[in-house]
């Protein structure tokens, strides 16, 4: 039985949230090898959207078939996958029930002008596919976000009204920011935070480096200790309302495998939810994603 | 009993609400230690999206858990308590019923390049929080204020159609202001003036200063007296349709705590009829912020 | 009995509107001291968005207040008056069923940076608040016409939908359009035409000077005798549908009073309907207001 | 009886039309002198929106009165009566029944600083004030003719449900032609194919010249013979899907009597299905009108 | 019986659409001479739109007429026949059910100044017109390609619940790509894996030349062998959902008949689902390009 006091504890802080986008929630936080533990592993696939199909696939081409996405994640007993519509539709009949699905209502490919993104699914997409939950990206810092952030406004509205829970990926972009600035952890707790004020259920973020960008909030992070990722994890959980929402954290380019293992010790270690993990997963032969997938896990049971 | 004739003075001069929207005007009016008096203290919680949490929070890490501002102003015995989505929805289960609340509908953040908000809440929202009211940002003198205008001119519409009052919160920036013409009293006055005439139910601006800004607005002021901050008070006042609407008065950054006990006396004084009173409050440590509140609770019912 | 052959005359020239709208029409035609002469005085107070509180009360204070001028328009025995949104508000409670109010549904002000207005009010305002019409400015040469135009045309068939008649304020200002053009006879008699052929019920101009400021309309004027107020008022009627629709004649900012009269003396020898008439009123005393306007009741009864 | 075999073949080319809108297309061409024959003659004043009043009207001052213009249409016999709304709403009443008549639903004037116009009637005038049709003017070459044809897609849509044609006026301007190639022959066919391409009932295009103004279309003309204005228009009716779609050709500025004469003759034997002819008409003496339109029906029934 | 095991592990890949789109999909896959073989030829008749009548049809006359194209797919025993609203209109009655159509959304033409399309046609449309299908362009790259992007997301939502299949033009132009660029393989291969992900049930892209246009792209393909068409085309197939979703690809310009069956093997032999066709057979005579046609089939049989 997966419907733990972890699970109910979390839930508990939706509380405004009507039964279907909690029974939503809990359909994720209950589902696969770490269901019932509070934390989660979720396989995103939208790279062939942002960097087309070869950069993405052609390194382990069985990744071409959106079926082979939807089997990893199950067979590696993951809480969700993510994916946007088409590749959603092509798998949905066939996987029915077997695995949450969120679908991302938003991407941007390579040609991108600005630093904005196309709506491509609706919440009655989600509903027709059977999904969990939707995903959006919100740009903060970008001169669109103003338009990004009431386009998810009205679609969230529209899915918790329909019992879908709303995962925003919180990417700090564009405007005044340095690329530096991207992952600073100052940046990183704001965007977070702006995911939580903006109704987020789950709040996606990269791993923050030390660095601080805002001449004005250096103040406020003068005498804190920023060296550990878990200490900077965890001011960007405390930035979520004080943990009362679910922060999962990206990897970003495939990496060295250890380092994978390490950054998810870390988001455990400070108090993060879990890992969302798309590249350093489906670009790897099919035998090594799974043992790293097992690996995550064991991490995030703490058994390691 | 706060149904006093102060507040039925008040309600009398919405003469064209429906009782839904005086009912939940009365709610706010009849609240708190202050409810019957005619005057208000609320506390407005949106420096998290403005600022960041850091900047926001860090000074007294209790604020970062949205249930803290909700106890602060119910345990002070506020009037009301105003907050973005997110931070509302993440107490308004727990503390349903033992405080009025504004779910603040709009919000701007440290990236943005224009002078503009972005809509982030919907009079829906504030009737699923069960919301007294909802708060709008307009920037009078901004390139984009006829947008923002026609943006709450929709919302205000739908939430009066549904028995719920608006504040405007009119902020003049940007456009061919001069910063010093931002707290400019015929500027001031001006933008009170303004959300009055756009069927605002409270307005909010801030304490003006006695320069003039506009050059043809100096022959009507310049033979006034316009020294004290009581009777800029009272002018702004007046310029809400002569004292037919709920004018409250915004504090500014946290400063020395005499001057905000002066404000709240001069606002008194000047017919003004409360605070709304954010960093003031939430940085200083609770027992303190307790003790502020407690005095100007007394300065408003005329103790002191 | 006010419901004359002057008053059936002018209705029977709105031959496809409904019943609902003549009747509003109808309700402003016989109503006052002019009622069922055919012939108008409005009171308009939009200043107060477009000048600010100062500038437009301060030297009458008791103008203030919204009540003010419902009383002086329905002392004056004045066919209607026109105010925004909030100021309506205040006072259609009280005065409820005592004058007909027109509804000014877009506004400007002192900082807007284009040459436009905001939408302030809606169709269902001026129906919950019982008003007899609604109002509104375009620019015609602005750049922003033709999205006044598509915004009026919008919101004036929901009106006639429902019953309420249009007022259209047609003031040329912008694009290639001088200073001087602004007033020109020809510019206004187009201004004018625009707002008939747009679907206004009445339509509100400015006096227009003898100037001819486009080229093309100069032939078209050349052995024209434009000398007197009269013959151009006259023209400007006559480019409205022949005079099958109502026009009406602003009088501009304050100025001598004996100008005041012989505008209105020429507005009738010219054949025009009318005076909108705002800040000469308000902006005196309301004593002399009340003579003022007693002695224009008279020059447009033929009286003097 | 007008129901003739020629009606016939006519509507029998609109096959995916339903009844109501083939009825209305029927209404047209049965109506008035021409009626029956296939040919029309449409009277259109839309020109005191386009140049104003003065130089609309002042040449022929009764022509001020939108009830001219219906009087002149019926007594001449012609098919069909098309203005703006307000000259409609000034007339339909009166003489409801007495002959079909055409909403012009956008409209521009001489501000313009785009080359775009403003919408200024909808489907729903059109059917609360009798009309047999729509009428909407498209700038192919115009930046903005996306926009354009956008909007009468919209419209000519829920025209079609309800049963009312659309009549397209598809005029290039703007953009990277010359104003020697709006009157070119291969960019006025290619006008009349865009117009029936987006689904429109009767085309509305301005007699091409022999210039050939495309590069790339050069090669197909090359060869043809152009030179007189028969051949021009029977290429524009080809390009009409081979003469599937009813087209009228406009007269452009009052003109010599005789080319009126002419041009009509080489509509006819083009194969165009007639005139629509403003200026040339209310810009003369109401008698001379007549004769002149007496002898163009006496062309079109090809007895001179 | 055309209902066979090709076309049954076909629809099977559309998984999650309703049985309306199935069965539209099956009416295309069905019919015509290729009914039952999982290959596909369509008649696409726009080029009317793009670059005018003259230069699509002066060529072969009798294709000015609608009812030509309608009558040489029908007799060809194409799978469909492709065209703007007008087009369709003009034939849907006469023709109606005995070919399906696929009705073209949006269109551009020559003076376009954007790298953008109007739209011109809608769902309803398609049913009113008994089409099986709509079809839509979309720029990937252009600056304007989120737009396009959401109006085929909201329009083929729209034709999903209402059982009508989307076809996807995916053509890369604009923004930083090169014009060598909107032939390159990695850009090809990209642009149909955003129309799949987009959710397109048949896309239509230009055969790809050997060019590789994206620098991060080119390790991806730095290995591979890409010397022949079939090659590229079982590429530009496998980033298509891994052959799950239907891929027909153009012809481009009219060209050599040799070139013409050549490309058709390449298609057949790389995997694609066949051609869409259009200059190359309209701009022939008729005896001409129904000559071609029926090697096209046989070619797709694998005749030949």
């Known amino acids: 039985m997966t419907f733990t006091s972890a699970v109910k504890a979390i839930l508990s802080n939706y509380e405004s949230d009507n039964p279907g986008t909690r029974a939503n929630l809990a359909r994720i936080l209950t589902h696969g090898r770490l269901g019932g533990t509070g934390k989660l592993i979720i396989l995103p696939v939208d790279q062939g959207f942002e960097h087309g199909p070869a950069r993405s696939f052609a390194i382990n081409p069985d990744a071409y078939d959106p079926h082979y996405h939807y089997q990893l994640a199950i ?22 029930g077997q695995i949450p699905t969120i679908l991302k209502i938003n991407s941007s490919n390579s040609w991108a002008s600005g630093i904005n993104q196309a709506v491509t699914g609706s919440v009655e997409d989600a509903l027709r596919l059977g999904c969990a939950a939707i995903g959006f990206t919100v740009y903060p810092a970008a001169d669109d976000m103003f338009d990004m952030m009431e386009e998810i406004r009205e679609m969230s509205a529209e899915a918790k009204s329909v019992g879908i829970p709303t995962v925003i990926w919180s990417y700090p972009r564009g405007g005044k920011l340095t690329k530096e600035g991207e992952l600073a952890l100052d940046v990183g707790a704001y965007a977070a935070h702006i995911a939580a004020l903006m109704g987020a259920h789950i709040i996606k973020v990269k791993l923050p480096s030390a660095h601080i960008e805002q001449k004005e909030a250096k103040p406020m992070y003068g005498d804190g200790d920023w060296s550990t990722q878990g200490l900077r994890v965890a001011h960007v959980v405390k930035s979520c309302f004080n943990g009362r929402r679910i922060v999962v ?49 064991s991490i995030y049971k703490g058994e390691e």
């Open 75 to 96: 067979d590696a007993g993951l809480n969700a996958y993510a994916a946007p519509l088409g590749a959603l539709e092509a798998g949905a009949g066939t996987f029915a």
């Open 249 to 297: 954290f990206s990897g970003g380019a495939s990496k060295d495998i250890d380092a994978v293992y390490q950054d998810a010790r870390d988001i455990r270690d400070g108090g993060g939810n879990g890992s969302i993990i798309g590249r350093n997963t489906f670009q790897r032969p099919r035998a090594e994603a799974m043992a790293m997938l097992d690996r995550l896990v």
